[in-house]
């Protein structure tokens, strides 16, 4: 009896029905629940039944670090602010619609977007201006604020990001503006058709200037926490909950039918797979890779979604034994990357033959890793060539070279993955390799701050569809260039992407990409999927094309045996 939205990863574009220069319209919700719904005998779209108590959950898998839109950087905490906070515009059903924004339009050089909001407001009964917006997205930006998530503001192309990252214009020159309480104005550098996808992310949601502090933690304290999405935090019990209920000042209060969702936040798959065929979650994305085959064929209630990421080892680019590419691409090169997707993780994921996901799009529609090729990778293991090149760099059959360490934050699958690698590099290579496992808090720290020996595990998802959301992590000045890569023709090519658009964009993109690459700072294992569980009770939920849960249309149903 459930409704599900699955969701193309090229869906959210610039054509939704309510968007275009001189555009004024409204948004209209297509939900036709509301709050009496909950009432004894309600019924869905889809005819079944409202379940008297609506409250979903749902297993986080850990304690997010922070849930401040601009601070940051992980995808529990993304699912979380993505169901609490809205931003001008929002992801459903793969279209951009009208969040805070009602309407926007675009000058004729397509540089200037006007945005007018609605009456909206906080949790807290004030209400949400354009300069809450501003004072957010300048936030984001200033380099004081040391948001991992910075460079997103000038992925956007907004005037002037890339000189405030810099330090060469004060963050005050930003081109955002607030012309009244209902009107933001954004101006670009260039044409940018992504844009209004990244109006959708969570670390352009706004937030307000007397609410916030420099660490974050007022979004985790129920005191403190205010917000302007579906649902306000109630209650924090760290490492273990988080507690949110629905916001009735949201200005769509009237169509969001959950009272409340209670986040759970249990790092051991098994542990969570138990909770859930017990009913005690609703919503579980941590299988035990062991159990994946069998719920595929036999459970309806799991799901492999698609996924627009890359699961992948950092180089640490400081490390002497990495120094030589010829050691990073032999390291690369022994590794059987079909017999870990297909034999280890078991998820349905794809062996990378490169880092750019195959669903990456370029300007023309075609796939960009299919046009730029694979660069000599493919899923197998070459191992002659990996001996020949650690050889070459003076370290024969791995003689010399030292332990290598593969730090990841601890989760079955993660360990599984690294064992085979291990194995795989001792067997191919006779490299000696040590695995080191981190709770995902201290993880986030030791890896964000260069702080890891030589390999470290990650996962990059894109934020939009278009390569440079995989290739940006790698620029010199990027925070989440873990290992520190730094390229002057790498981040040349970058940089002229973004002055430029069309073909000549496309071509500096593919150069950039040649040269990673080439260099290869990175270990690429598997592109992502998406494998959720979620029971037959919960209707009209939803995984974005970015890979966020979206929460606000959620209702709990009776099943009828």
Same mark, same amino acid.
């Given at each position: 009896m459930k409704k599900k939205l699955i969701l193309g990863l090229v869906a959210a574009m610039a054509c939704s029905s309510f968007v275009g220069c001189g555009s004024s319209s409204s948004s209209t919700s297509t939900n036709t629940t509301n709050e009496s719904n909950a009432q004894e005998g309600a019924t869905t779209d889809s005819g079944a039944t409202l379940a008297e108590e609506q409250t979903l959950k749902v297993n986080l898998g850990g304690d997010p670090k922070t849930l401040d839109p601009q601070l940051n950087s992980a995808a529990d905490g993304s699912h979380v602010i993505n169901n609490s906070f809205e931003g001008l515009l929002r992801e459903v059903d793969g279209e951009i619609v009208p969040g805070v924004a009602e309407s926007y339009t675009v000058s004729e050089d397509g540089l200037v977007y006007t945005f007018k909001l609605r009456e909206s407001k906080w949790s807290d009964g004030q209400p949400v201006t354009a300069g809450d917006f501003e004072f957010a997205w300048k936030r984001g930006a200033d380099p004081k604020t040391a948001s991992e998530y910075m460079y997103i503001f000038e992925s956007a192309n907004i005037l002037n990001a890339a000189e405030i990252a810099r330090g060469e214009k004060a963050i005050d020159e930003l081109g955002v503006k607030a012309i009244d309480d209902q009107t933001l104005e954004v101006t670009l550098t260039v044409p940018t058709d992504f844009f209004v996808q990244l109006c959708a992310y969570t670390s352009m949601m706004p937030v307000r200037a007397? +609410?916030?502090?420099?660490?974050?933690?007022?979004a985790k304290d129920p005191s403190k926490a205010i917000s302007n999405g579906p649902f306000v935090l109630s209650e924090y019990k760290m490492g273990d909950q988080l507690i949110?209920?629905?916001?009735e000042n949201y200005w769509d209060a009237e169509n969001v039918t959950l009272e409340k969702i209670v986040y759970y936040m249990i790092v051991d798959e098994s542990t969570a797979h138990t909770k859930y065929t017990a009913g005690e979650l609703d919503i579980n994305e941590f299988v035990p890779t062991d159990e994946m085959a069998r719920l595929n064929a036999e459970d309806p209630t799991f799901y492999i979604l698609p996924k627009l990421g890359t699961?992948?080892?950092?180089?640490? +680019?400081?490390?002497p034994q990495l120094q030589d590419v010829r050691v990073r691409k032999a390291l690369a090169l022994a590794i059987d990357k079909d017999h870990i997707v297909k034999e280890v993780a078991r998820g349905g994921e794809v062996a990378a033959t490169g880092f750019m996901p195959t669903n990456v799009k370029d300007n023309q529609g075609k796939s960009f890793a299919e046009v730029a090729g694979d660069f000599g990778f493919t899923g197998k293991a070459d191992v002659e060539q990996a001996k020949a090149l650690l050889a070459e760099a003076g370290y024969p059959n791995g003689e010399g070279l030292g332990e290598i360490e593969i730090l990841y934050n601890t989760s079955e699958k993660h360990k599984q993955i690294a064992e085979a690698v291990q194995e795989m590099l001792k067997q191919n290579l006779g490299v000696t390799v040590k695995l080191t496992n981190q709770e995902w808090a201290v993880f986030q720290e030791t890896t964000n701050n260069n702080k890891f020996?030589?390999?470290?595990?990650r996962g990059w998802i894109g934020d939009y569809n278009d390569p440079q959301t995989m290739l940006e992590i790698f620029e010199s000045a990027n925070g989440q260039n873990i290992g520190r890569y730094a390229s002057e023709t790498f981040d040349a090519e970058m940089a002229a992407s973004r002055q430029t658009s069309g073909d000549e964009r496309m071509e500096h993109l593919y150069n950039a990409y040649n040269i990673l690459m080439e260099d290869l700072p990175m270990l690429p294992i598997s592109y992502y999927t998406y494998p959720i +569980?979620?029971?037959?009770?919960?209707?009209?939920?939803?995984?974005?094309?970015?890979?966020?849960m979206w929460l606000g249309d959620v209702k709990m149903v009776e099943i009828e045996e």
């Open positions: 007397d +609410m916030v502090d420099d660490e974050g933690g007022w949110y209920v629905k916001n699961y992948y080892y950092a180089y640490n +680019m400081n490390a020996d030589t390999l470290a595990r +569980m979620v029971q037959d009770t919960v209707e009209d939920w939803e995984i974005t094309s970015v890979s966020k």
